[in-house]
């Protein structure tokens, strides 16, 4: 059979339809069909077929992939999801529905804020979402603020309030005005009325009793000096802020500190405690600070006590010397990981050795940053949980101790929140 060219085919085939048409006009064909274009119905060339591509190793069909999130039907990742899911909870079996329905509950949230920050942002007359009609549509929506009561928008700025108290009327306002614009002339006269007979019973009554003025003043200032020493001992110092305070069974008292990171090292204290590794190392938020305070002689001291010290085991608690600090001593703790098998009952052991070497050291004040939750990935709840029950607990089994004052401080707001609500629930059981 003769090879044509493509041209001379395609001629062909109009000269073949050409043809049907006249024998459909004189009666002999019944239909008239069109001629199907060059390569119609061949699965290679035509890409309107229905057939599938066949590959031409194995002679499988090749099909499409599909995302978990495009089978889910969800915008955001399911697969980072899972991911992340993995990487914090990795002590709990995970289900394939649960990054479906994280992803699925985030991307609802993140339309719910953006819709309610798009009419703050209209309301203004802005073109454009800022943090601060973020922080506007958040606080406006009830369900919304009590879900994000503890998070902190960044350039969000604050939330006008203004107490009532200060905006009302108070009382007699027109009188003590009345007595400011008393005139100098007014006030003579009313000296010049009083009797020089009065003005010499009040000087012999003064001249009569001069001993006890001096009982009264002495008196005075050793009520001054029992009061200042009471406020060194439950003030830590200057930039730190008491929220709560709780009283535990022997007495002692646990107060909750708000401040920023950088002044732990200048809390007036006897004791710092610092989270760290088996190796002791300052890499942590905590342990940074307390280098920068305490400068080179801290450092060596901390040197000194690894050589001598050797690792920590984990739950273990060591005491050494705070040079620079304000502080006389630091107890550098080997905190657990989270996930680790029994790491809640090596927490709760953790705070008890620590306290075991202040007692034992007869220390009268320590101060506790927020541990467990940073390098060591407790979660902020569960670390609070089990920190204070520690305290409450040591105290409760211990029949005498020279602690009097325990301070937590606090750097964050989520953590002041979650501390804060601990601690009330702490209260009530």
Not at 142 to 150: A, M
Not at 297 to 322: I, M, Q, Y
Request: glycine residues 6%.
């Amino acid at each position: 059979m003769l090879n044509f060219h493509p041209l001379m085919k395609k001629g062909r085939e109009e000269w073949e339809y050409k043809m049907r048409v006249r024998r459909t006009a004189s009666g002999n064909e019944a239909e008239l069909q069109p001629p199907l274009p060059p390569g119609a119905g061949d699965p290679q060339l035509d890409p309107q077929s229905t057939t599938f591509k066949m590959s031409a190793r194995s002679g499988k069909k090749k099909m499409t992939k599909l995302s978990r999130s495009a089978r889910a039907g969800v915008i955001f990742p399911v697969g980072r999801m899972m991911r992340y899911l993995r990487k914090a909870t990795f002590k709990y079996r995970i289900g394939m529905g649960a990054p479906v329905y994280l992803a699925a509950v985030i991307e609802y949230l993140a339309a719910e804020i953006l819709e309610l920050a798009g009419n703050a942002a209209r309301d203004n007359k802005k073109s454009r979402i800022t943090p601060r009609h973020i922080l506007l549509a958040v606080a406006n929506d009830e369900e919304l603020n009590q879900l994000l009561r503890g998070v902190t928008i960044a350039s969000g700025g604050v939330l006008p309030r203004i107490h009532p108290e200060l905006l009302a009327k108070k009382r007699g306002s027109r009188s003590k005005a009345e007595t400011i614009l008393s005139t100098p002339s007014e006030k003579k006269a009313k000296k010049a009325k009083t009797s020089p007979v009065k003005k010499s019973i009040k000087k012999a009554s003064i001249k009569k009793a001069p001993k006890p003025k001096s009982v009264r003043k002495g008196k005075r200032a050793e009520n001054k000096e029992g009061a200042s020493s009471s406020t060194s001992d439950d003030v830590p110092g200057e930039g730190f802020t008491i929220l709560s305070t709780k009283s535990l069974f022997l007495g002692q008292k646990l107060s909750l500190t708000q401040s920023e990171i950088s002044n732990i090292g200048s809390i007036k204290v006897e004791c710092i405690i610092n989270p760290t590794n088996a190796e002791i190392d300052l890499k942590e938020d905590v342990g940074n600070a307390l280098e920068k305070m305490g400068g080179k002689e801290f450092l060596d001291a901390v040197k000194e006590l690894r050589k001598s010290n050797g690792p920590l085991e984990v739950t273990g608690a060591v005491l050494g010397l705070a040079p620079g600090l304000p502080a006389k001593f630091v107890i550098h703790c080997n905190i657990p990981q989270w996930g680790v098998d029994k790491c809640e009952e090596q927490l709760e052991k953790t705070v008890k050795n620590c306290l075991t070497l202040a007692d034992e050291k007869k220390l009268k004040s320590i101060a506790f940053p927020s541990i467990a939750s940073s390098r060591n990935c407790f979660p902020k709840h569960i670390a609070a949980q089990l920190i204070l029950k520690a305290i409450s607990n040591y105290f409760v089994n211990t029949t005498s101790s020279s602690l009097k004052n325990i301070f937590f401080v606090l750097f964050d707001s989520e953590s002041i929140g979650i501390y804060v609500q601990e601690m009330a629930r702490l209260d009530t059981k």
